[in-house]
Each structure stands twice: as structure tokens, then as C-alpha cells.
């Protein structure tokens, strides 16, 4: 009974989580806004408000990370900057490779959906993003 109650629970545990695929990359394009930050510590880092957000774009798992600021009229301002991007597939693990001048870093993409992004730095700081919904005031 005790095997059985273990293989359930092993196997629930393996059911809640959610494979990024290929065809997932995808997702990516478009507006994320950072909702959380947990630190290593455990400690959690909420986000109410943001200025800036980020745009991705990616096509053939190349691209660019861009910080824009969302602008009430709907537009968004930017200081130009893009990293760029490249979505490399090890071991059946997605990473989001990033360049910018001289400096270069990784984040695993542990979970993303239509709405959810979820990203892992190699300190195993975990970044939870929403999908960013433009200023309305109706």
C-alpha cells in the first residue's frame, strides 16, 4: 500500500509540471511584465507596478530581449538597447542565451504559457513573469 501511495504522489508530482516543447518558443513573442522574483534564500520579491517591461521576439530561436516603458497612449518608449537572443535545447531543457556587448548569460526556461513565463539563472534565482495587459481606463 505504502509503493502505491508513493507512485501516486511520484506520479503527481511529475504531472504538474509542465514541459516546455519546441513548438512552445514561440510563446515567448510579445510583452512580459516580472510578477515575482524568489532568491535562493526563499525569499519572495512581489511586483505590483512596473515601468519597464520586457518584449520578446524570436524567430527560428534567434532574436532580442528589449526593456521597454509602456506609455498611456499605449505606445511604449525604449533606450534602443536590444540583447540578443538564442534559444538553445540541451538535454530536452530550453535556455534563453543572451548577448550584449561583451557580456553573455543563460536563463532556463522552466515554464511558459500564454500567460506565464518562467525563468532560471544559473544562481537558481527563479523570475516569474505575466504576460503584459496594455493600460486601460474604461
Known amino acids: 500500500m505504502k509503493k502505491l501511495v508513493f507512485g501516486f504522489v511520484v506520479f503527481l508530482a511529475f504531472s504538474c509540471t509542465s514541459k516546455v516543447t519546441i513548438a512552445d518558443i ?13 532568491m535562493t534564500t ?3 520579491k512581489e511586483y505590483k507596478v512596473n515601468e519597464t517591461i520586457d518584449y520578446f521576439e524570436i524567430k527560428n530561436n534567434m532574436g532580442y530581449r528589449q526593456k521597454v516603458m509602456p506609455q498611456f497612449d499605449g505606445k511604449f518608449l525604449t533606450n534602443g538597447i536590444k540583447e540578443s537572443i538564442k534559444v538553445n535545447e540541451i538535454k530536452n531543457t530550453f535556455f534563453i542565451e543572451y548577448h550584449v556587448d561583451n557580456n553573455k548569460w543563460q536563463e ?13 539563472n544559473k544562481e537558481n534565482t527563479t523570475y516569474t513573469y505575466k504576460k503584459f495587459k496594455p493600460f486601460s481606463f474604461k
Not at 26 to 33: F, M, P, R, S, V
Not at 108 to 119: K, P, R
Request: proline share 0%; hydrophobic share 45%; net charge negative.
Open 26 to 38: 514561440a510563446k515567448l513573442n510579445g510583452y512580459w511584465e516580472i510578477k515575482q522574483v524568489k
Open 42 to 44: 526563499g525569499e519572495i
Open 108 to 120: 532556463e526556461i522552466i515554464e511558459i504559457a500564454d500567460s506565464t513565463l518562467i525563468l532560471k
